[in-house]
């Protein structure tokens, strides 16, 4: 197949909020690419594997036998302390799903989590429905909506939040977004913000009310991983 030796385009598709997405297959495996910059697919994939395998299996806190594969994000004690929960399932919301790259990854990581993915475009999410079997996943589920509506107005609390909110190159530079978040993270909770370097592209903020634990650099890519300083969120 000649996708095993060039990637090859299958579909170009125009979106309202994303403009062109196109999708390609290399090596049997598809990717939904804006603006030269993966969404979902491989590449997205290795770079949430390796921050993931920096959090413990169990947190503190929920069931099952403590210290069991669980690594430590820094070698500080009180981060792996930070990683707390009451509740037997580990809730994660990721606000900027896309097709869903890091479900699998989550479900491998804590089979029991459970997700909300938010995403503004529903052409990606059926992108992700037909290429990347969105629709099949249990404990799952997916909010078409703007991520700064959403933050308004829920008041569920999370384990982990992961921000990943790109349109193309480009994340958001509203930093009033960060507050939100905060109010919505358990208090020994964990924030992941993707931060991708590309020539001039660089985002990079002063997050306030978060403290930086780890860097981690993948390729073009660092996801930062931030525990709250205090409980005190107003």
Same mark, same amino acid.
């Given at each position: 197949?000649?996708?095993?030796?060039?990637?090859?385009?299958?579909?170009?598709?125009?979106?309202?909020?994303?403009?062109?997405?196109?999708?390609?297959?290399?090596?049997?495996?598809?990717?939904?690419?804006?603006?030269?910059?993966?969404?979902?697919?491989?590449?997205?994939?290795?770079?949430?594997?390796?921050?993931?395998?920096?959090?413990?299996?169990?947190?503190?806190?929920?069931?099952?036998?403590?210290?069991?594969?669980? !690594?430590? @994000? !820094?070698?500080?004690?009180?981060?792996?302390?930070?990683?707390?929960?009451?509740?037997?399932? @580990?809730?994660?919301?990721?606000?900027?799903?896309? !097709?869903?790259?890091?479900?699998?990854?989550?479900?491998?990581?804590?089979?029991?989590?459970?997700?909300?993915?938010?995403?503004?475009?529903?052409?990606?999410?059926?992108?992700?429905?037909?290429?990347?079997?969105?629709?099949?996943?249990?404990?799952?589920?997916?909010?078409?909506?703007?991520?700064?509506?959403?933050?308004?107005?829920?008041?569920?609390?999370?384990?982990?939040?992961?921000?990943?909110?790109?349109?193309?190159?480009?994340?958001?530079?509203?930093?009033?977004?960060? !507050?939100?978040?905060?109010?919505?993270?358990?208090?020994?909770?964990?924030?992941?913000?993707?931060?991708?370097?590309?020539?001039?592209?660089?985002?990079?903020?002063?997050?306030?009310?978060?403290?930086?634990?780890?860097?981690?650099?993948?390729?073009?890519?660092?996801?930062? @991983?931030?525990?709250? @300083?205090?409980?005190?969120?107003?």
């Amino acid at each position: 197949m000649i996708d095993w030796i060039s990637p090859q385009t299958i579909e170009n598709l125009y979106s309202d909020f994303n403009g062109v997405i196109r999708v390609q297959r290399f090596s049997g495996k598809f990717s939904l690419w804006v603006d030269g910059a993966q969404q979902s697919g491989p590449w997205v994939e290795k770079v949430w594997t390796k921050v993931f395998q920096l959090l413990p299996t169990i947190p503190n806190g929920h069931s099952g036998k403590r210290g069991t594969s669980a !690594s430590r @994000i !820094s070698r500080n004690n009180d981060t792996e302390r930070s990683w707390t929960s009451q509740d037997d399932k @580990i809730k994660v919301l990721i606000l900027g799903l896309a !097709s869903g790259s890091m479900i699998p990854l989550i479900q491998k990581k804590w089979p029991e989590a459970k997700i909300t993915g938010i995403e503004i475009d529903p052409l990606m999410i059926a992108l992700g429905k037909k290429y990347f079997h969105l629709d099949k996943y249990e404990n799952l589920e997916i909010k078409i909506i703007d991520a700064n509506k959403y933050l308004q107005n829920t008041t569920a609390k999370f384990d982990l939040i992961i921000f990943d909110l790109y349109k193309g190159k480009e994340l958001p530079q509203n930093t009033k977004l960060f !507050s939100k978040i905060a109010k919505l993270l358990k208090p020994n909770g964990i924030l992941m913000v993707n931060q991708l370097k590309l020539g001039a592209v660089k985002n990079d903020w002063k997050l306030k009310k978060f403290k930086l634990q780890k860097d981690v650099k993948v390729d073009f890519n660092t996801i930062k @991983i931030y525990t709250q @300083i205090d409980n005190k969120l107003c």
